[in-house]
């Protein structure tokens, strides 16, 4: 095969077909379809339909590039009850150009997969089908069916440009997911909804998104939804990320959808520059349950966070809807500035034009009879000049546009979590400090 990889080519087809089989390493290879349009299959696809609810144990992709295909670049989960497989990892996957994703794992049940990591790969130009016979088209890396997994140092981007609710990396019927330092930008939709960074959609538990990079993607910045009257969205934990200019076509840079229950969000630090002309207006937190009247958010809190927009953006918004039914949603020990505009919060269908206002009409931002919260300029270094890392194993030196002045009011203001609600806020911080830095903890995801 000469220096290079051996690149392995099918018009219509599987590149690589598994069948109720595992116990194999694929590495150094490249699959290449004739193009999205044209094939109808996945690149890698692992398939289980066993009987007997049987875990195949140990699949190896490393070093491999799919491209082209007309479903996922690679596909790996089950279609018989709970078989599935078990023991999965993916290291320096590229998948590029294929019609319904990069990179997906999915089950008959939830949970049904078991140990899966996913590190050091990219998912991107996986543009989507807007006719797709899937739920979802267009993604770049997505975790479905899965107990116990791991999505970390991987770069989605481009992806969804013709697709149908799409995201960059995300799970879903799921268990004990971590997705941590990823950078996942300029992802898109066809439909108004979705085409966004990083999701926990329906089903997720007991897992975490942290130390990610969120940037100008048409959709959520950080997606927790779960379009169902039931409590089998609880226990997730979103923390120390940070979101810039998301949502340029949708919502709110962090969006809650539907019945999310017993959930911390704390320490993220969101920016939310103009829109392009035309474009709504979003939130940087934005709380919705259309279509699913009867769910509501419970146990939900939302701490220690940097919210700042610009030009008349609402720092909060949350539909009367929703607030109806909710149950413990607070916000404590934010802080809410916007830049060259009047302030806004909009409640439940009231506006509030000042935090005193919203804390005194509502009641968030308070800790008993304290007043906790802020609405000062949070004197980020260069909030806005983020731009693109292209390289999640540099993501806390490449990005110090988002680390707090020296002179920053909210350096030591944080909420002490762990003493006042028993919140473990984890080791780090996304710059890799140890938390707390000088016996206090900060506000946002520098503790400085």
């Given at each position: 095969y ?10 219509d ?15 150094q ?17 692992f398939?289980n339909d ?8 140990f ?6 590039e ?40 999915y089950?008959k ?22 006719l ?15 107990d ?17 609710i ?9 268990n ?5 330092y990823?950078e ?7 439909r ?15 897992s ?16 927790l939804?779960h ?6 969205h609880a226990?997730?934990r ?31 630090t ?29 146990r939900?809190?939302?701490?220690n ?34 830049g ?16 005193a ?6 009641g968030q ?36 546009a988002?680390?707090?002045?020296a002179?920053?009011p ?15 806020p ?12 000088s ?10």
């Amino acid at each position: 095969y000469g220096t290079g990889r051996a690149k392995i080519i099918d018009a219509d087809g599987v590149g690589l077909y598994a069948h109720n089989t595992a116990g194999l390493v694929i590495s150094q290879l490249i699959f290449e379809g004739y193009g999205a349009d044209y094939n109808k299959a996945d690149g890698i696809l692992f398939y289980n339909d066993l009987p007997g609810n049987v875990k195949l144990a140990f699949v190896r992709i490393q070093n491999v590039e799919t491209a082209k295909f007309g479903r996922y670049g690679v596909a790996i989960g089950g279609a018989n009850v709970a078989s599935g497989f078990r023991d999965v990892r993916i290291s320096n996957l590229w998948t590029h150009d294929n019609g319904d994703g990069g990179l997906l794992t999915y089950g008959k049940r939830k949970n049904v997969n078991q140990n899966v990591y996913v590190g050091y790969s990219r998912a991107f130009a996986n543009d989507g089908h807007a006719l797709s016979t899937l739920p979802s088209s267009g993604n770049g890396i997505v975790l479905g069916s899965v107990d116990g997994g791991t999505i970390e140092r991987c770069l989605a981007y481009g992806n969804g440009t013709t697709g149908k609710i799409p995201n960059g990396v995300w799970a879903y019927d799921s268990n004990n997911i971590v997705i941590q330092y990823n950078e996942s930008y300029g992802n898109r939709s066809v439909r108004p909804v979705d085409g966004g960074g990083f999701a926990l959609d329906r089903n997720v538990t007991n897992s975490v998104m942290q130390y990610n990079y969120s940037h100008d993607n048409e959709g959520v910045g950080y997606l927790l939804t779960h379009p169902v009257n039931d409590d089998n969205h609880a226990g997730n934990r979103v923390r120390f990320n940070v979101s810039q200019n998301d949502a340029r076509d949708n919502r709110g840079a962090i969006r809650i959808y539907g019945r999310v229950i017993d959930t911390e969000i704390h320490n993220n630090t969101i920016y939310l520059g103009a829109v392009p002309a035309g474009k709504p207006k979003p939130a940087a937190v934005f709380f919705n349950n259309a279509r699913v009247p009867s769910a509501y958010p419970e146990r939900l809190h939302i701490r220690n966070n940097i919210f700042r927009t610009d030009r008349g953006m609402p720092v909060v918004f949350a539909a009367a809807s929703v607030l109806r039914g909710a149950r413990d949603l607070r916000f404590e020990g934010n802080s809410y500035y916007s830049g060259g505009a009047t302030w806004q919060v909009n409640w439940g269908g009231t506006n509030y034009f000042s935090l005193a206002a919203w804390r005194t009409g509502t009641g968030q931002e308070k800790l008993g009879t304290q007043s906790v919260g802020s609405d000062v300029d949070p004197k980020l270094t260069n909030g806005g000049g983020g731009g693109t890392i292209a390289n999640p194993t540099s993501l806390s030196s490449g990005l110090p546009a988002y680390r707090l002045q020296a002179t920053s009011p909210l350096v030591n203001m944080g909420l002490n979590l762990p003493a006042l609600f028993s919140v473990d806020p984890g080791p780090r911080d996304f710059y890799g400090n140890t938390l707390p830095q000088s016996g206090a903890y900060d506000v946002g995801a520098h503790d400085r």
